[in-house]
């Protein structure tokens, strides 16, 4: 019996030492220690052995017991910690590794551009003013002073929705909303998309505008002068210099159209500027009693100024492009330039 124990101890330690996994080991406890197994079989048998031999086998059975379950606990050990280290290994994280960074956008040029220009008025006290993309004649036309008969009347400049419905074809509808709204003084900017009948490389049927409007007591054409030569030195730098010629609007009386100093040639003569130094930038005046009237301000009393650019047009002066187009392709390699 004893022999016996001894080659029970030695098979099994063997096969603990070799068991690779921790399932492995599970059968291997049950099989040697559990209900069914072996050991169990022999401490059975040591009730039927001659009882003066019953002591010393009791004792051997139980050390061989107290062996297995160090050696089965031992080797669980050992497994436990060679699967997590290969846990570990497989599901390994580099914290020291660069994050993959999100593709991070940014304003679009017309965006930077409407921004800056509404900055640079913000800081004379314009306030921001909106108007819809799809406005009445009236407000388009009719209210500021536009009879029927004009030829930007004429359905090749505009485009409409239904009779008495039209895209905007500029931002001075807003002038009017505004009037009719608030009492005067009155300094707003008003940005926003409009719509043309028109495409060509410098054209586009849909492009930006900025409109300004000033409304006091005393409001001259050298006030309207003095805050348009401001805002192209704050926006082109302090060389850029404004010229005034006469022009005809029918919403403002007088007109002006303002030309610049070319932003390419600085007024010395290039392609960009057809060679005269200036480029066109921007259409203005001082408004209409007529409109006045419409937004039922009284015209004795108030004056104002009124004025309109493209900023698109801005934009790309600025970067000297000469294509509107590439403001609206939304080609990458274009627009993460700016
Ligand atoms: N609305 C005019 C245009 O689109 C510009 C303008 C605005 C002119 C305000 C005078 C006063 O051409």
């Not at 009124?306 to 274009?334: K, Q």
Request: with cysteine; hydrophobic share 35%.
């Amino acid at each position: 019996m004893k022999a016996q124990l001894e080659e029970m101890q030695r098979s099994a330690l063997d096969e603990i030492q070799a068991v690779s996994s921790l399932r492995d080991l599970d059968e291997c406890r049950v099989k040697w220690l559990g209900r069914k197994g072996a050991l169990t079989d022999i401490l059975r048998g040591v009730s039927s052995a001659p009882v003066e031999e019953r002591p010393a086998l009791g004792k051997a059975a139980n050390e061989l017991k107290i062996a297995l379950t160090e050696a089965l606990d031992g080797r669980r050990e050992a497994l436990e910690s060679t699967e997590q280290a290969r846990d570990a290994e497989e599901n390994r994280v580099d914290f020291s590794l660069p994050g993959r960074r999100p593709r991070r956008g940014h304003a679009h040029l017309i965006s930077q551009v409407s921004e800056e220009i509404i900055g640079i008025f913000a800081e004379l006290g314009f306030k921001v003013a909106w108007g819809p993309d799809i406005e009445t004649e009236y407000y388009n036309f009719d209210s500021l002073n536009t009879p029927a008969e004009h030829p930007a009347r004429d359905s090749h400049d505009t485009f409409f929705v239904r009779p008495g419905v039209v895209l905007r074809t500029h931002t001075s509808p807003v002038q009017m909303r505004v009037m009719e709204s608030v009492k005067p003084p009155v300094a707003i900017v008003a940005p926003g998309r409009v719509y043309r009948v028109d495409w060509d490389a410098s054209h586009s049927p849909m492009f930006y505008q900025l409109e300004g409007l000033l409304v006091d007591e005393g409001v001259t054409f050298a006030d309207l002068k003095g805050t348009i030569a401001h805002f192209l030195r704050r926006f082109f730098g302090k060389d850029c210099k404004p010229r005034f010629r006469p022009h005809f609007f029918p919403f403002t009386e007088p007109s002006a159209e303002v030309d610049m100093t070319c932003t390419v040639c600085n007024g010395s003569g290039c392609r960009l500027c057809k060679h005269s130094g200036w480029i066109e930038i921007l259409g203005c005046g001082m408004v209409h009693p007529n409109v006045f009237r419409n937004a039922k301000y009284d015209y004795e009393r108030y004056t104002g100024f009124a004025f309109g650019f493209g900023i698109d047009r801005i934009g790309l002066l600025r970067h000297s492009i000469n294509t509107i187009h590439h403001l609206y392709e939304n080609d990458l390699r274009f627009l993460e330039q700016f």
